[in-house]
């Protein structure tokens, strides 16, 4: 029996028991008279109800608070300080992820993104262009140097001619030298002939001086244009998340549930200016007892309001403070309640079916024993009071066990304490 139902009975109980005064008084009185008090009592002012047989839910009854759900709650914060120019939303407005919920005026966000986007991207562009050129140059002043031919510069070509011709000094001497061993040529010929080696060796080195190191200048430029692209890339990039992090967006669908600062305001790093929640992710917080949790169980069915959910889990152990545990409850559909409303909720832990149900107010306590009585009609017209053990109750219906009630029988209600006071008989049980 539930202890709402226990305390109703027990107060109309004691409601009695002035009655219950009255009426051994009047035994007494009666014990002279020649006759017995009546064994039934009338059914005058009694109003009534059919037994029947049915199905009794044991419910725990307290308060949930609705809460969000993991990922269904968004707490939005801009990455850098600044002054807020614009909010753009409401409490209670729903929004959609990536819709603007705030934005941060510029000048007081950084350099880096006071309107230097446009600029920055021109530049970076250029300096990708001198990248590309160098890059092609490099590329050229590799191959050249390793297969010379005819993309070589005026002054590569002039060191060839001299390379050339060089050689061609050298063969000569070498020839004027044999010919002299064999007498045929004069010491002369190979002086001159050493004579014009030495000259274009020296023409030859003179024309080396003038050779650039087309492929040293090349990396020289590649690295001086890669350095250029890569610090334009940073400033524009760092431009872009600048204006990305003046603008503040809802990361979730959901309702705009609070507001925190308004434009004017200076926003810190961090600083919530707005919460969006999902109402589809909420829950029930329920706290239990030590004695309830140990009734709920995962998937349970939940009334909650006019909402209904089944329990997800329950949390144990109890809190060592308060040694109180706690059900999480998910809702059937998303609930009408806004986050952290507290709803009234009913845990169903168990049912009894095919089981006697009467109305909880045909159920009256004898103030003389302690026992729980039915008066129950009988073919007479009048009620006969009928002992009965109690089972669970629910929705005004008490499940009741004994041998002298069955499903059909008529039983008073409202003027069950009279008949009680009146002196019905009782019977078995």
Same mark, same amino acid.
């Given at each position: 029996?539930?202890?709402?139902?226990?305390?109703?009975?027990?107060?109309?109980?004691?409601?009695?028991?002035?009655?219950?005064?009255?009426?051994?008084?009047?035994?007494? +009185?009666?014990?002279?008279?020649?006759? #017995?008090?009546?064994?039934?009592?009338?059914?005058?002012?009694?109003?009534?109800?059919?037994?029947?047989?049915? #199905?009794?839910?044991?419910?725990?009854?307290?308060?949930?608070?609705?809460? $969000?759900?993991?990922?269904?709650?968004? *707490?939005?914060?801009?990455?850098?300080?600044?002054?807020?120019?614009?909010?753009?939303?409401?409490? +209670?407005?729903?929004?959609?992820?990536?819709?603007?919920?705030?934005?941060?005026?510029?000048?007081?966000?950084?350099?880096?993104?006071?309107?230097?986007?446009?600029?920055? $991207? @021109?530049?970076?562009?250029?300096? *990708?262009?001198?990248?590309? @050129?160098?890059?092609?140059?490099?590329?050229?002043?590799?191959?050249?140097?390793?297969?010379?031919?005819?993309?070589?510069?005026?002054?590569?070509?002039?060191?060839?001619?001299?390379?050339?011709?060089?050689?061609?000094?050298?063969?000569?001497?070498?020839?004027?030298?044999?010919?002299?061993?064999?007498?045929?040529?004069?010491?002369?010929?190979?002086?001159?002939?050493?004579? *014009?080696?030495?000259?274009?060796?020296?023409?030859?080195? $003179?024309?080396?001086?003038?050779?650039?190191?087309?492929?040293?200048?090349?990396?020289?430029?590649?690295?001086?244009?890669?350095?250029?692209?890569?610090?334009?890339?940073?400033?524009?990039?760092?431009?872009?998340? +600048?204006?990305?992090?003046?603008?503040?967006? $809802?990361?979730?669908?959901?309702? @705009?549930?609070?507001?925190?600062?308004?434009?004017?305001?200076?926003?810190?790093?961090?600083?919530?200016?707005?919460?969006? @929640?999902?109402?589809?992710?909420?829950?029930?917080?329920?706290?239990? #007892?030590?004695?309830?949790?140990?009734?709920?169980?995962?998937?349970?069915?939940?009334?909650?309001?006019?909402?209904?959910?089944?329990?997800?889990?329950?949390?144990?152990?109890?809190?060592?403070?308060?040694?109180?545990?706690?059900?999480?409850? %998910?809702?059937?559909?998303?609930?009408?309640?806004?986050?952290?409303?507290?709803?009234?909720?009913?845990?169903?832990?168990?049912?009894?079916?095919?089981?006697?149900?009467?109305?909880?107010?045909?159920?009256?306590?004898?103030?003389?024993?302690?026992?729980?009585?039915?008066?129950?009609?009988?073919?007479?017209?009048?009620?006969?009071?009928?002992?009965?053990?109690?089972?669970?109750?629910?929705?005004?219906?008490?499940?009741?066990? #004994?041998?002298?009630?069955?499903? +059909?029988?008529?039983?008073?209600?409202?003027?069950?304490?009279?008949?009680?006071?009146?002196? %019905?008989?009782?019977?078995?049980?």
């Amino acid at each position: 029996m539930s202890p709402r139902n226990r305390t109703f009975i027990a107060s109309g109980a004691a409601a009695v028991l002035v009655l219950t005064g009255v009426l051994l008084h009047g035994r007494q +009185g009666s014990a002279q008279s020649a006759q #017995s008090a009546p064994t039934t009592a009338p059914a005058q002012h009694v109003q009534t109800a059919a037994v029947r047989i049915g #199905s009794v839910a044991h419910e725990i009854r307290g308060e949930g608070r609705v809460a $969000a759900a993991s990922g269904g709650i968004a *707490q939005l914060s801009f990455a850098e300080p600044g002054r807020i120019a614009a909010v753009d939303v409401h409490a +209670g407005q729903h929004v959609t992820a990536g819709e603007v919920v705030a934005r941060l005026d510029l000048t007081t966000v950084g350099a880096a993104a006071n309107g230097n986007i446009q600029p920055l $991207a @021109v530049q970076q562009g250029a300096a *990708q262009v001198r990248l590309d @050129v160098a890059t092609r140059q490099l590329e050229r002043a590799r191959r050249l140097t390793h297969s010379p031919g005819s993309e070589l510069s005026p002054e590569a070509a002039q060191v060839r001619q001299d390379q050339a011709r060089l050689q061609g000094d050298r063969s000569a001497l070498a020839r004027q030298q044999t010919l002299l061993q064999g007498g045929v040529a004069a010491l002369k010929d190979v002086e001159a002939a050493r004579q *014009q080696v030495a000259l274009d060796a020296a023409a030859l080195a $003179a024309d080396r001086a003038k050779l650039p190191d087309s492929l040293l200048q090349a990396r020289q430029n590649y690295a001086q244009a890669l350095s250029d692209a890569a610090a334009g890339s940073a400033a524009l990039e760092a431009a872009r998340r +600048g204006e990305s992090n003046a603008v503040l967006r $809802a990361p979730i669908d959901g309702v @705009v549930t609070s507001v925190e600062r308004n434009p004017g305001e200076w926003a810190d790093a961090g600083a919530v200016v707005a919460t969006v @929640v999902n109402p589809d992710s909420a829950q029930l917080r329920v706290a239990l #007892s030590g004695d309830q949790a140990a009734l709920v169980e995962a998937g349970n069915p939940v009334r909650a309001g006019s909402a209904g959910g089944r329990v997800l889990r329950v949390v144990r152990p109890l809190d060592p403070t308060t040694q109180m545990g706690q059900a999480v409850v %998910a809702f059937d559909g998303a609930p009408r309640a806004a986050i952290n409303s507290v709803l009234p909720v009913d845990i169903q832990t168990g049912v009894h079916r095919g089981v006697t149900l009467v109305p909880s107010s045909a159920v009256v306590q004898d103030p003389a024993d302690g026992e729980y009585v039915v008066f129950v009609r009988n073919a007479k017209g009048t009620f006969d009071a009928v002992k009965v053990t109690l089972g669970w109750s629910q929705g005004g219906w008490q499940e009741v066990h #004994s041998q002298g009630i069955k499903a +059909g029988q008529t039983v008073a209600t409202y003027g069950s304490y009279e008949l009680l006071a009146t002196g %019905a008989s009782g019977g078995d049980e």
